[in-house]
């Protein structure tokens, strides 16, 4: 979740973490996802700073899965969020296939192991 920790509350990124993001997103749209515009305005008639959106988590995994299907042949909708033992997030675990004949049995394997991570056996 090292991307989490690259998007600050306030929606300010410094350019370095920026371009890193950049990279790793391999495009520059990913802040719209991330951030909400602020509608309000304060006491001043300013506007609030953009801030991040609540449910971070939800968002991110959809849109890295968004991203990889745009590459991958086929990409398993729902990736398999490890936690610590204090229940925080600190992996995505993505699964794709670029091989249009092995994908449907690699993401019934995904499957698998997903549920079975998630029900802890």
């Given at each position: 979740?090292?991307?989490?920790?690259?998007?600050?509350k306030?929606?300010?990124?410094?350019?370095?973490?920026?371009?890193?993001?950049?990279?790793?997103f391999?495009?520059?749209?990913?802040?719209?996802?991330f951030y909400?515009?602020?509608?309000?305005?304060?006491?001043?008639?300013?506007?609030?700073p953009?801030?991040?959106?609540?449910?971070?988590?939800?968002?991110?995994?959809?849109?890295?899965?968004?991203?990889?299907?745009?590459?991958?042949h086929k990409?398993h909708?729902?990736?398999?969020?490890?936690?610590?033992?204090?229940?925080?997030?600190?992996?995505?675990?993505?699964?794709?296939?670029?091989?249009?004949?092995?994908?449907?049995?690699a993401?019934?394997?995904?499957?698998?192991?997903?549920?079975?991570?998630?029900?802890?056996?």
């Amino acid at each position: 979740m090292a991307v989490n920790r690259m998007l600050p509350k306030k929606g300010v990124v410094p350019n370095s973490w920026e371009i890193r993001l950049n990279n790793l997103f391999g495009e520059a749209d990913w802040k719209a996802f991330f951030y909400r515009k602020p509608v309000d305005k304060d006491l001043f008639g300013d506007h609030f700073p953009e801030s991040k959106i609540p449910d971070i988590f939800q968002n991110l995994s959809d849109y890295v899965t968004n991203r990889l299907s745009s590459v991958f042949h086929k990409v398993h909708e729902k990736p398999l969020l490890l936690k610590n033992r204090t229940g925080s997030p600190l992996f995505l675990l993505c699964f794709a296939s670029g091989n249009p004949k092995g994908s449907p049995i690699a993401i019934r394997i995904a499957q698998y192991i997903i549920n079975k991570s998630s029900h802890g056996n």
